[in-house]
């Protein structure tokens, strides 16, 4: 995989690319950028994961998922972390709709939870538990695009990444039922071992 990419208004740092390994983050690749914003990082990519691209001594972190072939991002320094146009992955596609429909429920719960506290310090609960099923509707609206979503996406590394990540807390049945949709090729990807992995560990907890 390359990574390459521009960073405008950078004048000069060191950036690097790097993954999870475990539950460590880990430098696969690095590079000094001095008088050019234009950047070229590398790594063997056996089967689509999530990397992070960093700039040392600060706070702006890109994740992305990296693929064979070339993934281009373009940035500016001051909108790093949010700014980011990413291209050349699929999975990256996805995952960027999946998380643009995730901050809607997001955004929705945070003004409920300000209408919610509102409704408390007036005392008026008959409407603050009103607002309260609300939030417990947003909840289950969100659970509910997640799962289809998986189940969607089952073509795609995503779909594990997303089980993973949303939807752990699932009974080993449904968890089980999105493994068994994955096709064979997303089955045996980084996040398809370790969805089979996670979902064993549970069954072996629940037989003790």
């Known amino acids: 995989m390359q990574v390459t990419g521009n960073i405008a208004n950078l004048k000069e740092g060191k950036l690097y690319l790097q993954k999870f390994k475990d539950t ?28 992070l691209l960093s700039l040392s ?16 991002i373009q940035t500016a320094l001051k909108s790093f972390n949010y700014g ?56 289950k609206r969100k659970l509910r695009y997640a799962m289809n979503f998986a189940f969607s996406n089952t073509d795609f590394e995503v779909s594990p990444y997303i089980t993973l990540a949303e939807l752990y807390p699932l009974n080993t049945k449904f968890l089980d039922t999105i493994l068994n949709s994955l096709s064979d090729k997303v089955k045996k990807s980084k996040y398809g071992i370790q969805l089979d992995v996670y979902i064993k560990g549970i069954k072996k907890e629940e037989n003790k």
């Open 57 to 72: 001594g600060t706070d702006k972190v890109i994740q992305f998922f990296g693929d064979k072939g070339v993934i281009d």
């Open 24 to 51: 460590l983050i880990v430098n696969v690749d690095s590079i000094i950028l001095k008088n050019s914003s234009k950047f070229l990082l590398e790594d063997n990519v056996a089967s689509p994961e999530i990397y």
């Open 84 to 139: 980011s146009k990413i291209t050349g992955s699929v999975n990256q596609d996805l995952l960027n709709k999946f998380n643009s429909n995730i901050k809607k429920f997001n955004d929705l719960r945070l003004d409920l939870i300000k209408e919610k506290f509102d409704a408390s310090i007036a005392k008026n609960e008959d409407l603050a538990q009103e607002v309260a099923n609300k939030i417990n509707n947003i909840d």
